[in-house]
């Protein structure tokens, strides 16, 4: 009895975890393009590899990476601090802060955040390490940030993390509520290259209906998923600045309760 109960919870949660993905990785494909269009090309990424000449050659330059792990990112580490988070403490305006490491996912998964699940076998894998660099970076320059502004890195993990996760699950419910008129317009959208590949006889009966219908599905699906995403990442945002303070310090010292509505003011 207890095996059959835990195979259908592991179904249950390939199948949530699918549709997290199906949500999530238009959007992250997106601001992989925007991403890429706005960058500089001779400009370094945000959190990137110390200098050479401050590099610690006793220190690894980073964890060993597991096989089947979709990451390219060899500076990241392991994870955030989980046992001890501190209070929310008072804020100020941005100061200069070192850079954050990203984090590695588990192997074979997509790491949103705190949101992970399973990579589908219809995901190329150069794709799915380039949306899990993406994730990584993302929470990683969020998490700096956040320590610019004064939070301590425990709580910036935390927060980053949830923002990212919550990010996820909102587009993925964007995306599946958006899902009805997304198929519709993919299928005005199939008609309409259907029709334009006519003169292109006989690929544009082929091509000009995948992609017309491609076309379709991601003009509505895409808006969706980011709008979802907005919200999630609000929510997360929120939910992880409220979290109670726990556990002791790295310096011995045990959190102290703070109240977060003046430091949030």
Do not use: C
Not at 160 to 169: H, L, N, P, Q
Request: proline residues 11%.
């Amino acid at each position: 009895m207890a095996s059959g109960k835990h195979r259908a919870v592991s179904a249950q949660r390939q199948k949530v975890g699918s549709v997290v993905v199906a949500g999530a990785v238009p959007l992250v494909l997106a601001l992989i393009g925007t991403g890429t269009a706005s960058a500089d090309p001779g400009q370094q990424p945000t959190v990137s590899q110390p200098e050479t000449p401050e590099i610690d050659m006793s220190a690894p330059a980073g964890p060993v990476i597991p096989a089947n792990t979709r990451s390219s990112l060899a500076w990241s580490r392991s994870g955030p601090e989980s046992r001890y988070l501190s209070p929310v403490g008072p804020l100020h305006a941005p100061t200069a802060a070192a850079p954050v490491a990203p984090i590695l996912p588990p192997p074979g998964q997509f790491r949103f955040g705190d949101q992970q699940v399973p990579v589908p076998e219809w995901v190329p894998v150069d794709t799915s390490i380039q949306i899990n660099d993406v994730s990584a970076q993302t929470e990683a320059q969020l998490a700096t940030f956040l320590d610019s502004v004064g939070l301590e890195r425990s709580r910036s993990d935390l927060v980053a993390a949830s923002t990212i996760g919550s990010a996820a699950r909102g587009a993925a419910v964007g995306s599946t509520l958006a899902m009805p008129v997304a198929m519709m317009s993919s299928t005005i959208g199939a008609v309409a290259g259907l029709v334009a590949g006519v003169p292109l006889l006989p690929i544009g009966l082929v091509a000009g209906p995948i992609l017309g219908g491609m076309v379709g599905y991601m003009a509505v699906s895409v808006p969706a998923s980011i709008i979802g995403a907005g919200i999630g990442a609000a929510v997360g945002a929120a939910g992880g600045m409220i979290a109670p303070s726990h556990g002791v310090s790295p310096e011995g010292v045990a959190p102290v309760a703070a109240d977060v509505a003046p430091a949030l003011a």
